[in-house]
């Protein structure tokens, strides 16, 4: 057998297996986070609508009624202002809205992909209202009316770690669910509503590009006090703060262009979010140059080494100040670790997606062969669709048959099949 049907062979194989773990985690309820006892046992929001993305193209009865399961079981626990929960245990029907930041606004873009994928327009009225309410609750967290939605520390799907402030990738996400919600208000032949989530959505996606895009030349004072509302700051006036200790310059990546991950009162992050960027790269916030410069990044900083992809980089450092204490717990947030440079196999799936849509085809194909090796490997048997792994090392640190895992190694497979990005 030669290397290239060897490769094929490989990648062909990870898909069956992708699909045994979307089926291991199958609940009447929907779908678990992950199948083994141990693992996470509750229908997640962000989870179970990632895992859709590549769920949707999988022709299996089972596999789609947990599809709309998953949707029922969040749908009936949105909290009256309008909050999905972050997950709800099918073993006690108790939901969780402690780190709920982006799980509604994926509940929100999986209605349309699902739409999209299915043509059932009983399903699309039955969530509309969910998705309206939703998406009022977010308009409760512009809390300076800029346009953005603010988060308070390790609410979004990096859930020990500190991003807060106005966090890039919810508000990427934002900027998705409110173009979602605009096609599916027009599907719907509500006009004027759909009308007003676009516009909301092209107000966002222009702010985002304003405050968030850091070229490595700019004064990041400009960026945090613009993003509040207030005017640009002379030169005199931010000589005047730096010599007052009140701000601090950047530290690291000085030269380089790319999104921050967060801006908050006189701070911002500093480290690569890759999730935020390869969202932007996929929704559209970032146009042809920025994606190609966001992808050169990767590459540069070997970002997808040894496999696709780590969460940040770099990793935080203690006595940094992004680094917390509860980092510690269970040794989870270590440097190299889970959410602090880890390896996520879903987030493997996004960026191969990212890679076809910028028709960068070979390259896409080599992540997917890598993507099906990680996924692969176990720390007890072969194709445990691991939740992360260590950034260095390519060690399985997290639980075994996760969902999403699963399912966006299907998203990537269908992406490299297709040569484009499904919903996106």
Known sequence: MGKKEASDELIDEAYGQAVRVLRDCIHKR????????GGY??????????????????NDKKIQNAIRASFD?????????????????VRTLKPNFQASADGGLWFVTGTAVFFEQSGDAAFLKKNYPAVKKILRWYEYRDVDQSGLMSMQEASDWEDLFATRGKGFYVNVLL?????????????LGKRGEA???FKKARTARRIINKRFWCTGKDDMFCHITDC????PPS????????????????KILKDESYYLPYLTFRDFGEWFDSFGNILAVLSGIADKKRSETILRFIKKYKIADPFPIKAIYPPVLPGEKDWRDYYKLSNLNLPGQYHNGGIWPFLGGFYTAALMKMKKYSEARGV???LARLNKKGGDSEWEFNECFHGKTGRPIGKAEQAWSAGMYIYAYESVRRKKAPFF
């Open 195 to 197: 009308d007003a989530f």
């Open 30 to 37: 929907g779908f678990k986070a992950s199948a083994k006892v």
């Open 175 to 187: 900027y998705r669910a409110l173009r979602a919600a605009g096609s599916i208000a027009r599907t």
């Open 235 to 250: 030169a005199k006036k931010i000589a005047f703060w730096k010599g007052k200790g009140a701000f601090h310059s950047k």
């Open 228 to 231: 509040f509302g207030e005017e």
């Open 73 to 89: 079981i969040l749908r009936k626990n949105i909290s009256p202002l309008g909050i999905i929960p972050n997950n709800v245990d």
């Open 368 to 370: 997917l062969e890598l």
């Open 41 to 58: 046992p509750q229908v997640w929001a962000r989870d179970s609508m990632i895992t859709l993305l590549g769920a949707s193209f999988v």
